[in-house]
């Protein structure tokens, strides 16, 4: 019997489901790793003013600020793909939301342009002493579009350390992550999306992340949180879109949704919105599997890519009606 | 005795804002980057769950370096390595203090029943010591920490947070200048949802990890969830229970385990008020907070926030105009900013309301700033005993079904 445990985090449900043998020890091990979620909602949450992106944001425009090395492998991860998807991820939209009325928080110093407040150029790195700089006051840092993923990969590490390799996680249903499959199975089939025909992603040892450019009401399709790049609700620009269009400053209107597999769950989560927001797949890494829904009925696979999706053929629910018989 | 009317502190407004009456407390504590105006070394004894917190608050101090730490656990030695980069890891205490000679402070977070060791050692070695809470597990081991602290000069700072924490610090203020007059009852609850099992690759590293379910050693929900509590309503009433009864079960997590997973405990002070404190590992509702209810408001304290709640009689001041209220049901709390009054005038009001760092954090600055600066120990190793007494003395009415009377003699170092 399965055993499931969740939380709340990251203003959505992290839920883990673990196979093995002894209940008590996979609850200890599946406790360890909902902590692991935690302290990664603790450090990462932009909405805590005691997280550390919320630190970061108050040191913006000062000296480099010392951090962990595992939020430094997500800024770098972040800069990494922010670069490589050409801006269409963007972990710096606070201000742009903000000024589209998108965010209704407080806002932060206004102390310099917009264009140079959402510039990833503007953040510094240094490896050697694990250290991260924004270059102006009033940068801030949304991972609301990635920190799920990452949150994820450290749970399932320490799943692994802990010696549970069979497991399935998900956080909000937007992104997943799957250890070894379920006894006798060869991977974990996860719907993307509701209906009854959507695509089915085989995932065994791999991570999963769903973007859609829809809001989750009314949307077929199951959609990330509501923090940075996807944000819930109206959007005065693009009514109908979820993701930002960083170029445009507006709802995206390229893709309405994107599925992407691959070994990171935070590198899906962060690829997966930049393709919604426009991003083209050929700028997607090479070990990553997309799933593309440029329009209603159709998904696109990425062609040269190993498959680990499956596309029922469209039946519709009910045969149509027959000629009447005169 | 009455007090008259609550005179706020004048750096204290109170925020004007949509929605009910709680009242929340802060001081000026929106300053990106504390400066100690000195250079320390330290080094970190245990890097089980507490240990790993201290490494992520140590990065927000750039004048602090962990340069070492230890664990006897080689997994969670293995895992520190993960977070913290540049410090060394070794296996014993003592390796570490062998190769780091120069080490100015250590951080001791090993379980509540290991703290004296490593204390004596470093206290031995003239290190400024932080000792994680409750100070020990029995008050004979509580008594040589404090003996050891007061021979050498050194700073020695018990991890009871609350007397750091800015929130708890001005609400405290407000209590002691009568804001709410006479208490009447005091409450506290810790609700969390875990197990409490750490899993264990075998059975001797298993019953290692999971001291806190091992009655021999653990202090159970009362020292390791209700002692931070009792510190803070002690702190807050300058008053110690003088008798206490407890009862627990376990409820929730049927595993075999002896120790409870939930408890009620009544403490009776000298006057006849009492303090009511319950905590439970199998429900997480209203999480851990702190009442004290006074004859003209309460005040509600939950670590990174504080209200206040008025009674309809209590005398309404000027700067209530200005409180940002919130609605909890029936009742409407007004949140008490310190330093509200210049975030006022900059317009960043809001940014005054919930902590920007986790309560350990202002534990660790106020320990570092009592080494660099001399400022005074905010949680002394005698404070500390006298919170960790009363909760030896609630689990021992938990584990007996006895009530338990509290000497003077039993809050003392001698």
Known sequence: MPLRLACQAMGTRFELVLTGQHEDQLRAVGELALEEIQIAHKRWNAFAPDSMVSHLARCAGGPEVKVDPETFELMHLCVEVTKKSHGFFNPLLGPLLRQLGLRDDMPAEPTAPLTTLIDVNGISLDPDSCSVGMAKAGMELDLGAIAKGAALDLAARVLIEEGVNCALMHGGTSTALALDPPPGKDAWQVAIGTDEHAPRALLANTALSISAAHSRQGSPIASSSATGQEHQGIDPMNRHSHILDPHQACGTRHLRAAAVVGPSAAACDAWSTALVAGCRPTDVPANLSLLTQPSPDSWLLSPGRPNCFRIEPCIPATPPPTAAPF | ?414
């Open chain 2, 1 to 414: 005795m009455h007090t008259s009317n609550p005179s706020p502190d004048r750096r204290t407004i109170l925020m004007a804002g949509a929605g009910g009456a709680a009242t929340q407390i802060l001081p000026d504590f929106l300053a990106a980057r504390p400066h100690l105006g000195a250079e320390l070394r330290v080094g970190l004894v245990g890097v089980g769950r507490q240990g790993r917190a201290m490494l992520a608050e140590l990065g927000k101090f750039d004048e602090v370096a962990l340069l070492a730490y230890c664990d006897t656990d080689e997994r969670r030695l293995r895992s520190a390595s993960r977070r913290a980069r540049g410090a060394k890891g070794y296996a014993t205490q003592e390796s570490m203090l062998a190769a780091h000679p120069d080490l100015d402070a250590l951080l001791i977070a090993t379980p509540t029943h290991l703290h004296r060791k490593p204390c004596e050692q470093g206290l031995t070695a003239k290190k400024h010591i932080y000792c994680e809470s409750p100070l020990a597990h029995t008050l004979a081991d509580c008594r040589a920490i404090t003996a050891a602290a007061s021979s050498t000069g050194k700073v020695f700072q018990t991890g009871y947070q609350g007397r750091a924490n800015p929130v708890y610090s001005l609400a405290r203020s407000f209590v002691r200048s009568g804001a709410i007059r006479d208490v009447v009852s005091l409450a506290a609850q810790s609700n969390q949802k875990n197990s409490w099992r750490t899993p264990g690759s075998d059975p001797a590293r298993e019953k290692a990890l999971n001291w806190r379910l091992d009655p021999e050693v653990s202090l159970g929900l009362p020292g390791e969830l209700g002692a931070q509590q009792f510190d803070v309503l002690h702190w807050f009433t300058s008053k110690y229970p003088v008798r206490v009864e407890a009862s627990g079960a376990v409820l929730a997590w049927r595993d075999g385990r002896k120790i409870p997973d939930t408890v009620h405990a009544k403490m009776t002070y000298k006057d006849g008020s009492q303090l009511d404190w319950s905590a439970t590992l199998g429900n997480t509702y209203n999480g851990t907070q702190e009442l004290l209810m006074g004859t003209m408001g309460t005040v509600r304290l939950a670590w990174s926030h504080g209200w206040l709640f008025k009674e309809s009689d209590a005398p309404t001041q000027g700067w209530e105009v200005y409180a940002n209220r919130q609605q909890f049901h029936n009742d409407e709390g007004i949140t008490l900013i310190a330093d509200a009054t210049k975030l006022a005038s900059q317009g960043k009001l809001k940014k005054g309301v919930g902590l920007p760092h986790p309560g350990l954090y202002y534990g660790l600055e106020s320990f570092f700033q009592s080494i660099a600066k001399g400022s005074e120990v905010v949680c002394s190793a005698e404070e500390g005993l006298r919170a960790t007494a009363i909760a030896i003395k609630v689990q021992a009415a938990l584990s007996t079904g006895m009530p338990q009377d509290i000497d003077e003699s039993d809050l003392t170092s001698k």
